[in-house]
């Protein structure tokens, strides 16, 4: 699974950093787990951690059940659901309202 070619949406394109585009790329890559769902979902929020900014993500999936938080530093906060989902033979990035 997500291992086709990868797509954005016009509205990852215009609120998402490609930066942070990447990153989420690599959270599903690198997963540890025996399967991947066909959807991965991210919430993303701006979170205030030891006085800073930072970009919280929230990297779940229902089969098998699969969560994970990050942290991370960045200057351009996001605050969104987003959804990848991988048809077996593209995988797209969307907001959740461009479901």
């Not at 790329?25 to 399967?35: D, N, P």
């Not at 993500?57 to 200057?75: M, N």
């Not at 996001?78 to 990848?84: G, L, R």
């Amino acid at each position: 699974m997500f291992t086709g070619s990868k797509f954005i949406t016009q509205g990852i394109r215009d609120n998402v950093p490609p930066f942070l585009q990447h990153i989420l790329w690599y959270l599903i890559e690198t997963m540890e787990v025996e399967a991947k769902d066909y959807l991965q979902v991210f919430h993303l929020e701006s979170k205030m951690e030891n006085g800073k900014n930072k970009q919280k993500i929230v990297h779940t999936q229902e089969q098998p059940e699969y969560r994970k938080e990050y942290a991370i530093c960045s200057r351009h906060m996001v605050n969104a659901k987003i959804f990848v989902i991988d048809d077996a033979t593209h995988c797209t990035m969307l907001l959740a309202e461009e479901y």
